[in-house]
Nanobody, 130 residues
Framework: QVQLVESGGGSVQPGGSLRLSCAASGFTLDYYTIGWFRQAPGKEREGVSCNRGDGTTYYADSVKGRFTISRDNAKNTVYLQMNSLKPEDTAVYYC????????????????????????WGQGTQVTVSS
């Protein structure tokens, strides 16, 4: 039911910017945790940013001051603005979400940045190189 579709990835030079978008369907973003994680080849998943919908936002130390997460509940869309991109930011970026509240008995979760995610999209590739 829950579907997340990322877009906006691409190839940029170091120092460049990208804005990733995540279109949500099958649910509305109200009262949902939203976030982004990434995975580079040969590396484990890394939480990038998340917001639990309670006013608390988290960022990985590696992206603080450069990335900004936002949501537009009216458009049911999540964004990740990425500035001052570095080669080490190269990864597949995934949009993720989970309803606020108790754990679902049938849920299978990914935990990152003190957030809980039960659903995510297919990912979008971000490549930062010269």
């Amino acid at each position: 039911q829950v579907q997340l579709v990322e877009s906006g990835g691409g190839s940029v030079q170091p120092g460049g910017s990208l804005r990733l978008s995540c279109a949500a369907s099958g649910f509305t973003l109200d009262y949902y945790t939203i976030g982004w994680f990434r995975q580079a080849p040969g590396k484990e998943r890394e939480g990038v940013s998340c917001n639990r919908g309670d006013g608390t936002t988290y960022y990985a130390d590696s992206v603080k001051g450069r990335f900004t997460i936002s949501r537009d509940n009216a458009k049911n869309t999540v964004y990740l603005q990425m500035n001052s991109l570095k080669p080490e930011d190269t990864a597949v970026y995934y949009c993720a979400t989970e309803k606020l509240g108790p754990l679902r008995d049938s849920g299978s979760y990914y935990y990152a940045l003190d957030c809980r995610f039960g659903s995510w999209g297919q990912g979008t590739q971000v490549t930062v190189s010269s």
